[in-house]
C-alpha cells in the first residue's frame, strides 16, 4: 500500500484524494490546506489527515476548531509521492522542496511543462514516466484531446488536426471569474498553447489549436477536424472511439444534445459531485469528407483528468508497467467506462 500526499484540498485536490481512496494498493495519508475553510471542515469529515501548508497559519485552524496533524513539512516523511494541486504557477515553486526532501511528486496542467520537465497522459506515453521523479498531467483540454486523437491515430493515421476549444468562463465556484456577457478570444492569438501542450505527451502530433472563452461553468466544447493518412469509414471511427476507455458517445436524438444536458445525465450517474471522468463525443458530430474527419466533443473541466493522476501514481512509483492494466484498475474503482 503506497503512501500519498493530496497539497492542495481544493476543486481538483479532492476529487483526486477521492480518487486514490477508491483504490486498493494506495491511499492518501494527508491533505493539506491554506486556510480553514469549508474545504479543510469537508476533509476531516471524510476522515482525511489535515496538515497546514502553510505553518505560520496553524494558529488560524486552531482558532477555527479544526484539528490539524501538523504542518505539511510533518507531512513529506510519511510519503511515497505527493501530488500537488495547488493553484497554477505554486507547484513549480513546490517542486524545489520536493525535490530537497527525496520526494517523488505528480503536478496538474496548470503548470508549465519546462517547469516540470516531463508531462503524463495514460494512453500517450505512460512508460516514458514510469520510474520517473516527477510529471505533470496535462490539463483537462490536452486530456480531452488525446483521450480521443491518440485512438483515431492508432487506426488509420493522423497527418494534422486543426481544433477549436471553447472554453468555459469559469468554474462554477469562480464567483470572480468571467467573461460574463461577451465571448473573448483566449488567447487572441493564434495558435493556442492547446496544440503544444498536446505534443509534450503525443510528440509526432501535428496539431494547430484556437481557443475562446464564453459565459458558462459547466464544460469545455472542442471541435475538431482532423485529416487522416488512410481512409476509413465513419462507422469505424465510431467503433473504435466506443471502444475506447474514458470516452462516451452521446447521441443529440436521445436528448443529449448540449452540455448543459450532458452535465445532467453525469448527474444521472450518482458520482460524487456529478463527475464526468470520460470525454464526451456527439455521435451525429462524426463525419468525414475528402480525407478529414470531423467530430465534436464535450470536457469537464474539474474532473477528466483526475484519474490520469492514479495512473500516474502506478507509473511513477512503478506499482504496474502495463499502462492497459492500470487504466482497467483505476476505471473499476472509480467505476469509469
Known sequence: MKSVGINGYGTIGKRVADAVSA??????????????DFEAELALKKGFDLYVSIPERVKLF??????????????????DIIVDCTPEGIGAKNKEMYEKKGLKGIFQGGEKHDAIGLSFNSFSNYGDVYGADYARVVSCNTTGLCRTLKPIDDLCGIKKVRAVMVRRGADPAQVKKGP???????????PSHHGPDVKTVLYDMDITTMALLVPTTLMHQH???????SEVEVDEIIDTL????????????KGLGSTAEV?????????????LFEIAVWKESINI???????????????????ESVDAIRAMLEM??????????????????
Do not use: C, W
Open 23 to 36: 483504490q486498493d494498493d494506495m491511499e492518501v495519508v494527508g491533505v493539506t490546506k491554506t486556510k480553514p
Open 62 to 79: 486552531e482558532e477555527a476548531g479544526l484539528e490539524i496533524s501538523g504542518t505539511i513539512d510533518e507531512l513529506y516523511d510519511k510519503l
Open 180 to 190: 460574463i456577457n461577451s465571448i473573448v478570444p483566449n488567447p487572441p492569438t493564434v
Open 223 to 229: 471541435n475538431l477536424m482532423v485529416e487522416l493518412e
Open 242 to 253: 466506443n471502444n475506447t476507455s474514458r470516452v462516451m458517445l452521446m447521441e443529440a436524438s
Open 263 to 275: 452535465m445532467e445525465f453525469a448527474r444521472d450517474l450518482g458520482r460524487s459531485r456529478n463527475d
Open 289 to 307: 469528407a475528402d480525407g478529414e474527419l470531423y467530430y465534436m466533443q464535450a470536457v469537464h473541466q474539474e474532473s477528466d483528468a483526475v484519474p
Open 320 to 337: 504496474e508497467e502495463d499502462p492497459q492494466k492500470s487504466i482497467q484498475k483505476t476505471n473499476k474503482a472509480m467505476n469509469i467506462f
